[in-house]
């Protein structure tokens, strides 16, 4: 069965700290994505990545930076974090051509304290 | 600014009844539409996927697109409880990211 895996299905992270958030796919999809999920604010776009090496930033990549160094991983680093980065953080992937849909990863609820 | 809208709900049905939900979208170039379904404390899945005017079924789920009015829906013909969830419509144009609505959560009462 083909896999979205986000590393840790649960983190609690102390103000303040560097946080990296890991996404693999076992899919060969060019395109990465990473969301997070918030009651009422829906699905917000963070970066997202075409290939390699590439990333985009989305609609709001403030205090987040991401690597994507290998076709199959994609990261998310919250370089010094705070409690308004409490939030569900989902990855997701597709393939090139934007016309079959997103494949998500079971998500990382993370707790900034 | 490009924009998915749907109603938040939640959307009552009664078991066997038919749910329907709409989204409509604010790019009249939008290409493809999709329709996810994502339980309580989990992330989304995919159920529909629709890129021309009129109806595609697969099994109990009808999605319908209508690019003159901007409006795509999605019906699930006999409801189950297992039914129950929140519904995310989106749509984009080319390989970029998707635009999701906010959602509309469907309760299907046995």
């Known amino acids: 069965d083909v896999k979205v895996t986000q590393s840790s299905r649960y983190l609690v992270k102390r103000t303040g700290e560097k946080v990296f958030l890991e996404c693999v796919q076992d899919m060969d999809h060019e395109n990465m994505f990473w969301y997070r999920q918030d009651p009422g604010l829906g699905l917000r776009l963070i970066y997202f990545s075409y290939d390699v090496k590439m990333k985009e930033k989305g609609d709001i990549p403030e205090g987040y930076s991401v690597s994507r160094e290998k076709k199959e991983r994609f990261s998310l680093i919250l370089e010094s974090a705070s409690t308004n980065q409490t939030s569900m953080y989902l990855c997701?992937?597709?393939?090139?051509?934007?016309?079959?849909?997103?494949?998500f990863g079971s998500g990382t609820r993370l707790t900034v304290v | 600014q490009k924009e998915v809208e749907q109603n938040s709900g939640p959307l009552s049905v009664p078991e066997g009844a038919i749910a329907s939900l709409n989204c409509t979208y604010s790019?009249?170039?939008?290409?493809?539409f999709f329709w996810y379904r994502q339980y309580s404390g989990k992330s989304p899945e995919l159920i529909m996927f629709i890129y021309s005017n009129g109806d595609k079924e697969d099994g109990r789920f009808t999605a319908q697109l209508n690019k003159a009015s901007q409006y795509v829906s999605l019906l699930i013909r006999d409801s189950q409880p297992s039914d129950s969830a929140t519904y995310l419509c989106?749509?984009?144009?080319?390989?970029?990211?998707?635009?999701f609505g906010k959602g509309t959560r469907l309760s299907v009462i046995a």
């Open positions: 790019d009249r170039g939008s290409q493809s």
């Open positions: 989106a749509v984009n144009k080319g390989n970029t990211p998707l635009v």
């Open positions: 997701a992937s597709s393939p090139v051509g934007g016309r079959y849909g997103y494949t």
